[in-house]
């Protein structure tokens, strides 16, 4: 079965990244496939590579990258929210006369149509939020 | 893709206080692009999204709400607004933005996209949906 | 002491806390999406109505009027001030407890 | 088809627009805080048990062990699940609302 | 500076769900250090975060419930819990964390921290304190 | 008289940081001292400077850094809640190992004994969360 993930806060403030990556791994190990994780509100914040958490803390962010490495993910940073928020990659510093860029590993930049067609293309969205 | 999904909207949050009844909206209107058979609908302090008279310039906010105007040119015409809600919160359908969408089927007569339902009617709809946008 | 509440009465329990922990006499200021608690008609304004006379009850105007309502809509008694008294009500209360 | 709420009913109105919402014979997940909802003795408790007779309530486990609930803690009929069960309880129902 | 102030820091939400708890947590031990005369109050939902046996481990999160023992260590020995919060979500005392401080005025007699007070008290408290930190 | 001003929640997302703003700017305006605005949790992210909002919307985090300027307001990050979320200066981001930084003009990273400073400076203490 196909699964769309919505993440719609940042990581750390509220447990929704939190309980979206444990059910992506599930669904994952359970031989689903997940379309694609998209993050919007202050979901995009979870795409950013400087992050330090504490040591003796998950890393909310490598985690993400680290799944989408090994389980061939999609994961898409809504552009309208990472504007507003500051999450930006190479192409989004150049349009907007940025002089730097955070977006972290296997993290993608692109607009909401990205999110109609998961929900078109999965069996199932699935949101987490506040 | 193939098969028209019947897509559903969720707005249950008071605007200006949090983000997501504006982000919200620009989800439906980007999402209308997609032809999908599409409703919205407004539970709890989402009812307060479509009042009638919102004027947030001493704030330094934005003024989305008259992007709800738009949904009826983008054929998002049918917005429930759940009966209970709007009752607890001392509101009826006069309060909220008169919301229209032209019928081109009917010689483009001005139709009302706010439908009052209540909970049992509401719950039935949203059991009927195949995918729920919720923020 | 000046109380301030930023939460829409119909969605989050922090009102109601506020009113169960000031003392009779406070300042009591609703902001954001708590000005929805100072609507008249709500089946929550029974508890503002009473709150009202309890204490002393002030609405974020700009909050207000961002919101589509108006000094028509209040309860009586709560009254619209804006920034400016905001920073007064402080001032002139000797802490402030913001219910979130 | 399958309803997740994630917020404590002592805190906001979240599960309490489920249930009014959720035709009868809905699976309920609750997440994240809303396992307290699944908790016995408390002034929710008499809504939860009502709701457990109308619906198939679940609680995911690991939220109830994170704060300190266990199994015996819990209404009868409501079943703590883990995450494979989710995504089964995903699987298994047509659509998916989620409750924040 | 000058004058000792009290500080009360207000903890009203659950733990996990959000990181409030946590962060909340984390400010009052650095405040420790700035000899004031600190006390804590745990509120509706904030009970939750001095419930006894938590264990994230299944969540992949944090379990920092554990550091809510070193408050007595930091000289902070007042955790006001109000009593209507435990009632309403059908806890006692029993279910707390058993948080105590050692009293060196009483040859180092462990104490308890945790005190139970009811509404009318609380407020009382709360209208004394010159600072009150809120998440 | 002497405020301190507490941000618990970024930018957009929730009003807090425009409530706060709108205070801090009132206090200033009748002549009160703002002695330091302490950003917290989600509020560090007030502090990137990639941030490229709609242009018919208000721009959160330049805003702040106007009002610093124009004010000498000290605006301070709490690092510990910055390292969390990817807010980083030229030092975080040696300290730490990131190749790249984000603060706004005006902005600065330091601990939280800064938010505890503040208050007991400060004659009252404002909070604006969500």
């Given at each position: 079965m196909k699964f769309a993930i919505v993440v719609n806060e940042g990581?750390?403030?509220?447990?929704?990244?939190?309980?979206?990556?444990?059910?992506?791994?599930?669904?994952?190990?359970?031989?689903?496939?997940?379309?694609?994780?998209?993050?919007?509100?202050?979901?995009?914040?979870?795409?950013?590579?400087?992050?330090?958490?504490?040591?003796?803390?998950?890393?909310?962010?490598?985690r993400w990258s680290q799944l989408a490495n090994e389980a061939g993910l999609?994961?898409?940073?809504?552009?309208?929210?990472?504007?507003?928020?500051?999450?930006?990659?190479?192409?989004?510093?150049?349009?907007?006369?940025?002089?730097?860029?955070?977006?972290?590993?296997?993290?993608?930049?692109?607009?909401?149509?990205q999110l109609i067609e998961a929900a078109i293309q999965a069996d199932r969205l699935m949101t987490f939020g506040d | 893709m193939g098969a028209i999904k019947k897509f559903m909207y969720v707005n249950r949050t008071a605007p200006h206080g949090s983000?997501?009844?504006?982000?919200?909206?620009?989800?439906?209107?980007?999402?209308?692009?997609?032809?999908?058979?599409?409703?919205?609908?407004?539970?709890?302090?989402?009812?307060?999204?479509?009042?009638?008279?919102?004027?947030?310039?001493?704030?330094?906010?934005?003024?989305?709400?008259?992007?709800?105007?738009?949904?009826?040119?983008?054929?998002?015409?049918?917005?429930?607004v759940e009966r209970e809600s709007l009752?607890?919160?001392?509101?009826?359908?006069?309060?909220?933005?008169?919301?229209?969408?032209?019928?081109?089927?009917?010689?483009?007569?001005e139709k009302p996209s706010i439908l009052i339902v209540d909970s049992d009617e509401l719950a039935q709809i949203i059991a009927g949906q195949d995918v729920i946008f919720n923020y | 002491m000046l109380h301030t509440v930023n939460k829409s009465p119909f969605e989050k329990n922090s009102i109601r806390t506020c009113l169960r922990l000031a003392r009779s006499g406070s300042d009591i200021l609703l902001i954001q999406d708590a000005v929805y608690a100072a609507k008249s008609g709500s089946e929550f304004a029974v508890d503002m109505i009473e709150a009202a006379r309890q204490h002393n009850v002030y609405v974020l105007e700009p909050d207000l009027i961002a919101r589509g309502l108006s000094q028509s809509c209040l309860i009586e008694g709560i009254?619209?001030?804006?920034?400016?008294?905001?920073?007064?009500?402080?001032?002139?209360?000797?802490?402030?407890?913001?219910?979130l």
């Open positions: 990581p750390y403030q509220h447990q929704a990244s939190d309980t979206a990556y444990q059910f992506t791994k599930a669904a994952v190990a359970a031989g689903h496939e997940v379309v694609r994780v998209f993050f919007y509100h202050d979901g995009v914040n979870n795409g950013t590579r400087l992050t330090t958490p504490p040591q003796d803390d998950r890393n909310i962010v490598d999609d994961l898409v940073v809504c552009v309208a929210a990472a504007q507003r928020r500051g999450i930006v990659d190479a192409d989004e510093a150049k349009r907007n006369g940025k002089d730097a860029e955070n977006i972290a590993d296997s993290f993608r930049i692109s607009g909401l149509g | 983000v997501y009844a504006q982000e919200g909206l620009e989800v439906a209107l980007i999402g209308a692009a997609f032809d999908q058979e599409v409703s919205m609908a407004f539970i709890d302090d989402g009812v307060f999204q479509i009042k009638s008279g919102q004027d947030t310039s001493a704030t330094g906010m934005k003024n989305f709400s008259p992007a709800y105007q738009a949904l009826g040119d983008y054929e998002i015409t049918r917005l429930y009752e607890a919160r001392g509101l009826n359908v006069d309060d909220l933005m008169p919301l229209t969408w032209e019928d081109e089927d009917d010689d483009y007569n | 009254e619209p001030v804006g920034y400016d008294a905001f920073v007064e009500l402080a001032v002139k209360n000797d802490s402030v407890q913001s219910w």
